[in-house]
């Protein structure tokens, strides 16, 4: 199974701040990479694929980058709204989630 | 509007099984598949497996194989998951997706459905 690897698991940061969270694959999974945000007590909503690829209709403050094991998640002015969890899921291989990254408010 | 509608929170005793309901709308069903995601308390997302609402083509988590069916009624839009030998390991918030393949990323998501299993 493929492992993906989070960090950090907590991100302490105020608004306007960029902020920068980690995905580590224990092997090679091309550019097959999405982030989801989730808010406590809601399901997960999908902020790019294909690694760098937006979602329509998510805010362009919103970016990622990576390809092969390498991966991240720039949020490049952190608004209210962004408080969340964050995760990362390869689907090269079925699919498999990070542990997620808590962003709090500093 | 693309809605993935899921059944009401359970609660079962170990050793029993529990079945939970996706009903879709706003797509054309049998154009995607249906993918189940759980969330142990205070947990991250652990993905179950996968159906095609086309054909019934079904993947599964290798830890789920044998435990876990997921079912399709293209009359109804619905996508089911069945769990069986249910132990508190299980207790989860249960979430059906919608992927057009295996391999893609779900882009709408159920509410969720929590299942409790307590004696």
């Known amino acids: 199974d493929i492992q993906m690897t989070q960090s950090p698991s907590t991100l302490s940061a105020s608004v306007g701040d960029r902020v920068t969270i980690t995905c580590r694959a224990s092997?090679?999974?091309?550019?097959?990479l999405a982030w989801y945000q989730q808010i406590p007590g809601k399901a997960p909503r999908l902020l790019i694929y294909?690694?760098?690829t937006l979602k329509s209709g998510v805010p362009s403050r919103f970016s990622g980058s990576g390809s092969g094991t390498e991966f991240t998640l720039t949020i490049s002015s952190l608004q209210p709204d962004d408080f969340a969890t964050y995760y990362c899921?390869?689907?090269?291989?079925?699919?498999?989630f990070g542990r997620g990254t808590k962003v709090e408010i500093k | 509007q693309v809605q993935l509608v899921q059944s009401g929170a359970e609660v079962q005793k170990p050793g029993a099984s529990v079945k939970v309901s996706c009903k879709a709308a706003g797509y054309t069903f049998t154009s995607y598949g249906v993918s189940w995601v759980r969330q142990a308390p205070g947990q991250g997302l652990e993905w179950m497996g996968w159906i095609s609402a086309y054909d019934g083509t079904t993947k599964f988590a290798q830890k789920f194989q044998g435990r876990v069916s997921l079912t399709t009624d293209t009359s109804t839009s619905t996508a089911h998951l069945e769990v069986r030998s249910l132990t508190s390991d299980d207790t989860a918030v249960y979430y059906c997706?919608?992927?057009?393949?295996?391999?893609?990323?779900?882009?709408?998501w159920g509410q969720g459905t929590l299942v409790t299993v307590s004696s």
């Open positions: 899921q390869q689907y090269n291989s079925y699919w498999t």
């Open positions: 997706a919608r992927s057009v393949a295996a391999l893609a990323p779900p882009d709408y």
């Open positions: 294909e690694a760098s």
């Open positions: 092997q090679s999974i091309s550019r097959w």
